[in-house]
């Protein structure tokens, strides 16, 4: 039927629009029907196969995501539907209210709960996937995965993980606060903290604010001491990214007043680290240096190798900015060595960034710029892609490229640079603005 309803929708008005919707509905299968209610009902913009097997029967029978396939397929026909990448769907903008009013009306409060729980269940058990795929370390001990009772979307390697997250980050932040409304708090907290790697490396300020702070209530009202302080040190993260350095500081000082009650040492060497950066970020450097300091003998005490890597990375920055390129150089030679022996492959292109950075400020312009091309490949492919850390590499060939005497290539860079950041990172735009300028 041509154009379907969506082409009706167009020409006039809502009342049309219902009459089109409610007419393309009536004439759907029932199990397409029951499709387009539960996709209506669910807190996402985004819905794939795996997620609507789990939704309709927990992902339980082998033939549901090919079942569930033909059914989609009768929804694109009918208009009412669009793909949006391999396997991914989404309900257009004007249906979508359609859609939900339907699950509303016609779905039984019990089936709606179920399908929502069901539906939270898949974005618990596919961010363990992509969590223990990106950022193996960051996964919490103590405590069962949570959503194992449903099939998690199957995710092979760092970038299919990372694309998931990027496609799902609305889905997994309407999880986040439908489990926030509902009180199911346990899944607010625990799905914030898996959903780690999405924030760390996607960078989504607002969406990672928002999230830790529904997931610190709902980790305080649940009870969990973990869960609290996994909220307040990696929701500070989010806010100092924000530039909130006071409410950041906040954080961190609430977590290390519970580590210190609690005797958890490298809750407390966290703690005191991120309290470090924001130290170094608003250049009080002695303080930082201090914090630092402090870190590195809390994680050395209790072997934690990654930590101990990561901490002299932070005294490479904190020299850097005080102007001590050869204490800078030989924190971060450190480091890097240490996250290689890790296979730590992420931190360590991003020591290895720093360190072609202060190597080329340190005159040694050749090695600087060799470590930063490569550091540069590695954020552009593969598991290490961050569009961050990319812009940071350009801006700093930009000012190798200035220091050679090139201006042509550091503008170039610096070009570059600016395009990437105009989405994450106004203050980063002015600053390359002005580097433009001056050339």
Excluded: K
């Excluded at 393309?24 to 029907?33: H, I």
């Excluded at 600087?368 to 812009?391: C, D, I, K, P, T």
């Amino acid at each position: 039927h041509g154009d379907g309803a969506v082409g009706t929708l167009r020409v006039d008005g809502e009342a049309v629009m219902r009459t089109a919707l409610d007419l393309s509905y009536g004439l759907l299968p029932d199990a397409s029907a029951m499709l387009y209610r539960l996709m209506g009902l669910l807190p996402t913009d985004r819905h794939d196969l795996f997620m609507l097997a789990a939704v309709l029967d927990g992902g339980r029978t082998p033939d549901s995501a090919h079942q569930i396939d033909m059914t989609v397929q009768t929804l694109l026909e009918a208009n009412l539907l669009e793909e949006t990448g391999p396997g991914i769907h989404r309900l257009h903008d004007v249906v979508r209210p359609h859609a939900r009013r339907m699950g509303e009306e016609r779905e039984e409060r019990a089936s709606r709960d179920r399908s929502l729980r069901r539906y939270v269940d898949w974005c618990l058990a596919t961010s363990a996937a992509a969590e223990s795929i990106l950022t193996p370390s960051h996964r919490m001990r103590e405590e069962a995965t949570p959503g194992d009772t449903a099939i998690a979307t199957p995710l092979a390697g760092p970038e299919e993980a990372l694309l998931w997250l990027d496609t799902h980050r609305n889905g997994i932040m309407g999880a986040i606060r439908h489990c926030a409304h509902a009180g199911w708090h346990t899944s607010c907290w625990r799905l914030t903290d898996l959903a780690w790697p999405l924030f760390l490396r996607l960078r989504p300020t607002d969406l990672w604010i928002e999230a830790h702070r529904l997931g610190l209530e709902a980790a305080r009202r649940s009870g969990s001491r973990p869960g609290e302080g996994r909220m307040l040190t990696s929701g500070a993260i989010g806010l100092r990214n924000a530039g909130r350095y006071e409410e950041a500081c906040d954080w961190y000082r609430q977590a290390l007043d519970m580590a210190v009650a609690d005797g958890d040492v490298r809750q407390q060497a966290q703690s005191l680290s991120g309290l470090g950066h924001v130290s170094l970020l608003a250049l009080r450097l002695d303080e930082a240096r201090a914090h630092f300091e402090h870190t590195l003998r809390l994680r050395e005490s209790i072997g934690y190798r990654r930590g101990v890597a990561l901490t002299r990375r932070r005294l490479g920055e904190t020299a850097l900015a005080a102007g001590d390129l050869a204490s800078a150089a030989r924190y971060l030679r450190d480091a890097s060595a240490e996250l290689a022996a890790l296979e730590e492959t992420y931190e360590q292109t991003r020591v290895e960034a720093l360190l072609g950075h202060v190597l080329d400020l340190g005159g040694e312009h050749d090695e600087g710029v060799r470590r930063l091309r490569g550091a540069l490949r590695g954020f552009r492919e593969g598991g290490s892609r961050s569009e961050h850390w990319e812009g940071r590499c350009l801006e700093w060939l930009g000012t190798a490229a200035e220091s050679r005497g090139d201006p042509a290539d550091a503008a170039a860079h610096y070009e570059a640079a600016r395009t990437l950041f105009r989405q994450l990172d106004p203050a980063a735009v002015e600053r390359l603005d002005d580097r433009l300028r001056r050339l």
